[in-house]
């Protein structure tokens, strides 16, 4: 039994589609099998909502009168950098990016550093930006200087692009050394005192169509209130890792490149965040369907969370050496009961993805799709998998 998304998307136009999350999709294969639930089910939704810190904006803000030509000078967004090395009133502003004065490294408790993924935040709320550019000036572009304030309804384009998202599958951070650690993880106490994971479990996107079998290139989903679209896959896409039995990554594996319109998204779904000791990042919500096109599709969207599995790393030698240290793997079931064991040591554990916003991504989604307001997309080109050989690299240290 196959059905094609074309057959979805009639059903969807006339009303008579089944529409349901991947929460309910995993009770339903629990108690009727998978190929009931492939003939039942039409789509399955998902939601995750993280900081990801590959996460940026490309904005343009139209020519003031005398033009000016920022590409090649400088820009400051609410006082943090955009590159401008692009044209004339085009910049790019990464969510990472801080103040020149910011040194993006405080230990403090009540410190935060402000940046790139605040701005956008602010942006996409309606409030004014400053704008205070500098350029040298050409006889086409003569003004030399600019200092002005926006919003996102007083320029022609913002884009959201997001050159890594999504993430299928990630470490559970520990931390085996005697001093607190500042990471991007959060912060992690001395001799495993917490772990910290970030991942929406059962609800994320690529845990739930583990061999990209779905979600490709030209994919529409859900991005931060808004419609976007999967335009690649993200950089450190690495699906050539170990899998369980059910073809779930047991490492990090693949990743999205995603894009879509900022004027269109909700600040209810895109959030700036601060990593004391660490510095700034974008919290993206995104939500991608899933048709249900086979027993395969049921299959995955079937798989429990205790047979979902995430390896542990001890970041007081995994990430300054680039060791890989995993201590061990803990399943999706004990990350979500609060508490994992580590050898005889039972650990608090805390999650930095909202389980919560990813619930509330995916009931969305469904209702969006379930109105008609949004309906499949046929992927134009498949993502690379696990076939693909690709593998993920560390650079090199070399001396000419």
Known sequence: MKKTIEEINEKIKKGQAVIVTAEEMLEIVRKKGET???????????????????????????????????????????????YTGLAAV??????????????????????????????????????????????YGTDCYPRKEIRTYFTLKDINEAVLFNPRNCYQNYNVAVNTSDRMLYTYMGILKPN?????????????????????????????????????????????????VERTQ??????????????????????????????????????????IPIPVID????????????????PVVDYSQSYPERKPDVICEVS??????????????????????SYFMARKIAQVL???????KFTITNPVAKLPGKESGIKIKGLEIKEK
């Open 192 to 240: 495993l005192g917490n772990a910290n994971f970030c991942s929406a479990g059962i609800l994320s996107p690529l845990l739930r169509d583990p061999e990209y079998y779905t979600i490709g290139i030209g994919t529409r989903i859900f991005l931060c209130g808004g419609i976007g679209y999967v335009v690649w896959h993200g950089t450190q896409h690495n699906p050539c």
């Open 36 to 82: 009931k639930a492939a003939k039942e089910v039409d789509v399955v939704t998902t939601g995750t909502f993280g900081p990801m810190c590959s996460s940026s904006v490309y904005l343009n803000f139209g020519h003031p009168a005398p033009r000016i030509k920022i590409g090649g000078g400088t820009c400051f967004l609410n006082g943090v950098p955009a």
């Open 366 to 372: 469904k209702t969006w799709i379930l109105s008609g």
């Open 90 to 135: 085009d910049v790019y502003l990464g969510a990472t990016a801080i103040p020149p004065n910011d040194p993006g490294n405080r230990y403090y408790p009540g410190e935060f550093s402000y940046g790139g993924g605040y701005v956008i935040e602010e942006l996409v709320n309606g409030r004014s930006v400053l704008l205070e550019a500098t350029s």
């Open 295 to 310: 027993e395969q599709v049921a299959h995955w969207c079937g798989v429990p969370p205790e047979k979902m599995f995430a």
């Open 332 to 353: 999706y079931a004990e990350l979500f009961s609060g508490s994992i064991k580590i050898g005889r040591q039972q650990v608090p554990v805390g999650s930095l993805s």
């Open 246 to 287: 059910d073809g779930i990554p047991r490492r990090p594996a693949g990743t999205l490149a995603v894009i879509g319109d900022l004027k269109q998204m909700s600040g209810e779904f895109l959030r700036g965040a601060s990593f004391v000791g660490y510095g700034v990042t974008l919290v993206v919500g995104i939500g």
